[in-house]
């Protein structure tokens, strides 16, 4: 985060019934996995309101969350019935210093709390994301991938992205998924698991067949040619590459009374328009700020 992120005025916040009203024309377009993520959803006045719009909507395979995990341990139970069935918690140290530094003053402890809770609470598939800095978190890797020995908590691990609010990024911080995987490998053997088309994590299991690790690598090794994904800001905009700072406006055929063809031809129009990927994006922008910083927008 920025020290002075900039907040939206309520007014430019989508309402529940709209989100719920887009949410039921992408499944009509063919999806059938959805997430809430960020910025941080657990900071959305009655979330749970939201979830039980979003979990109503048939047709609906997999829903699921992503959180800092902060509000998480009050919250879970509440979330779970209201129909989410995934929760990933995002965790980037198992050192509580260093995750309250990475976080900007963090409390550890809740978080851990919140993994717990979800645990508890029967949230399937329940995972942990951890961002790989070099410098930062690097000696970390094995300590975190044990977190999925058991194989209750998938763990993936990815490559530092160049969407932070302060802009500290550069490639000379980006630990390689072979990297990644390597380090794992000294101590434990890993066996790769196929990709699923669409997928954004390389996964691979424990050789002795207990739990999962997966490694996400957007700048060294991009899967942007079979990327499906689609996103919806909280102000209403479509988009659909993270590493392309273009978004379409929604929100004013939401608030006009666009009939849902209308809404469905723009949406339609805004996937065909998406950036090329992101090697060509990166060459293309040479300065950072032209790159949309991920707590505006999630994963």
Same mark, same amino acid.
């Given at each position: 985060?920025?020290?002075?992120?900039?907040?939206?005025?309520?007014?430019?916040?989508?309402?529940?019934?709209?989100?719920?009203?887009?949410?039921?024309?992408? /499944?009509?377009?063919?999806?059938?996995?959805?997430?809430?993520?960020?910025?941080?959803?657990?900071?959305?006045?009655?979330?749970?309101?939201?979830?039980?719009?979003?979990?109503?909507?048939?047709?609906?395979?997999?829903?699921?969350?992503?959180?800092?995990?902060?509000?998480?341990?009050?919250?879970?139970?509440?979330?779970?019935?209201?129909?989410?069935?995934?929760?990933? /918690?995002?965790?980037?140290?198992?050192?509580?210093?260093?995750?309250?530094?990475?976080?900007?003053?963090?409390?550890?402890?809740?978080?851990?709390e919140g993994i717990k809770a979800a645990r508890a609470n029967?949230?399937?598939?329940?995972k942990i994301n951890a961002v790989i800095i070099r410098g930062?978190?690097?000696?970390?890797?094995?300590?975190?991938?044990?977190?999925?020995?058991?194989?209750?908590?998938?763990?993936?691990?990815?490559?530092?992205?160049?969407?932070?609010?302060?802009?500290?990024?550069?490639?000379?911080?980006? /630990?390689?998924?072979?990297?990644?995987?390597?380090?794992?490998?000294?101590?434990?053997?890993?066996?790769?698991?196929?990709?699923?088309?669409?997928?954004?994590?390389?996964?691979?299991?424990?050789?002795?067949?207990?739990?999962?690790?997966? /490694?996400?690598?957007?700048?060294?090794?991009?899967?942007?040619?079979?990327?499906?994904?689609?996103?919806?800001?909280?102000?209403?905009?479509?988009?659909?590459?993270?590493?392309?700072?273009?978004?379409?406006?929604?929100?004013?055929?939401?608030?006009?009374?666009?009939?849902?063809?209308?809404?469905?031809?723009?949406?339609?129009?805004?996937?065909?328009?998406?950036?090329?990927?992101?090697? +060509?994006?990166?060459?293309?922008?040479?300065?950072?700020?032209?790159?949309?910083?991920?707590? +505006?927008?999630?994963?």
């Amino acid at each position: 985060m920025p020290t002075h992120p900039v907040w939206l005025p309520h007014s430019e916040i989508l309402t529940f019934e709209e989100i719920r009203h887009v949410a039921s024309l992408f /499944v009509h377009m063919g999806v059938e996995n959805m997430r809430l993520s960020g910025g941080e959803p657990l900071m959305r006045r009655d979330i749970e309101q939201l979830v039980r719009l979003l979990a109503g909507i048939p047709g609906v395979r997999q829903f699921s969350m992503t959180t800092n995990g902060f509000l998480l341990a009050e919250k879970a139970a509440a979330l779970k019935r209201a129909g989410l069935k995934g929760v990933t /918690v995002s965790l980037h140290s198992l050192k509580p210093e260093r995750f309250s530094e990475i976080t900007g003053g963090g409390p550890y402890e809740k978080v851990i709390e919140g993994i717990k809770a979800a645990r508890a609470n029967g949230f399937k598939p329940l995972k942990i994301n951890a961002v790989i800095i070099r410098g930062c978190n690097d000696d970390e890797i094995a300590d975190l991938a044990s977190l999925a020995k058991e194989g209750d908590v998938a763990v993936r691990f990815i490559e530092y992205m160049p969407f932070d609010g302060q802009r500290h990024w550069g490639m000379e911080r980006v /630990v390689s998924g072979k990297e990644i995987v390597d380090k794992i490998q000294e101590r434990y053997e890993l066996v790769p698991a196929p990709r699923p088309a669409g997928s954004t994590a390389q996964l691979y299991r424990f050789e002795d067949g207990n739990g999962e690790i997966g /490694v996400i690598t957007s700048i060294t090794q991009p899967f942007c040619s079979d990327c499906d994904r689609i996103r919806l800001s909280a102000d209403g905009k479509i988009v659909p590459c993270l590493f392309d700072k273009t978004g379409f406006d929604l929100r004013p055929l939401l608030r006009t009374g666009a009939s849902d063809e209308r809404i469905l031809t723009f949406m339609r129009n805004a996937v065909l328009q998406k950036a090329p990927g992101v090697e +060509t994006l990166l060459k293309k922008y040479q300065q950072l700020e032209h790159i949309r910083p991920m707590h +505006t927008i999630g994963g």
